[in-house]
């Protein structure tokens, strides 16, 4: 039983999602800083911008908790992401390359809506219609929350 406010009788405040998300993401906003010495150049512009995205996504994943079927098919995609980061895109490469060569010929089947989201969402492949709204509809809400957060924290920070 979790202890309540006698004037309320509500639970103890909890972070809100945002909060949740912020934190977190400055958090790792700050380890990017710090791990990278060099500057902001072209050349690693890309590896940078690459390392946020990240840092965004897992960010969401981790505020939003293991209960949500999306967070955690995410989470998981960081994490093997980053155990077998050069032998994917060697795969990508090859795959991108097969698939422009076989793309001339092949007649798009129409896909219904459903299986559009299930592609958009992570996780999604796995879930049924009712799971995989449910899901959809707390995703959407957390990547809106994650667009308020990267714009304050634009708007604070800059000049």
């Known amino acids: 039983m979790t202890p309540e406010d006698p004037v309320t009788m509500c639970p103890p405040h909890t972070p809100s999602l945002k909060t949740k998300i912020s934190r977190r993401f400055l958090e ?11 500057p902001a150049t072209g050349d690693n512009i890309g590896k940078r911008a690459q390392r946020i995205k990240i840092a965004a996504y897992s ?3 981790c505020a939003a ?11 998981a995609k960081l994490r093997s992401r980053a ?28 896909v ?4 559009e989201l299930r592609r958009l969402v ?20 957390c990547l ?5 957060v990267m ?8 000049v």
């Open 28 to 38: 790792n906003l700050v380890k990017i800083r710090t791990s990278s010495h060099e």
């Open 83 to 110: 155990r077998c980061h050069r032998r994917l895109q060697i795969r990508r490469c090859l795959r991108l390359k097969r698939k422009r060569a076989g793309s001339r010929n092949m007649v798009l089947d129409e």
């Open 144 to 148: 809106a929350t994650q667009v308020k």
């Open 59 to 61: 960010s969401m994943a």
């Open 65 to 75: 908790g293991s209960r949500r079927g999306w967070s955690r098919a995410l989470l």
């Open 112 to 115: 219904s809506r459903a299986d």
């Open 151 to 158: 714009q304050s924290i634009a708007d604070r920070y800059s």
């Open 122 to 141: 992570p996780g999604g492949k796995a879930m049924d219609l009712c799971n995989l709204l449910e899901e959809t509809s707390h995703f959407i809400q």
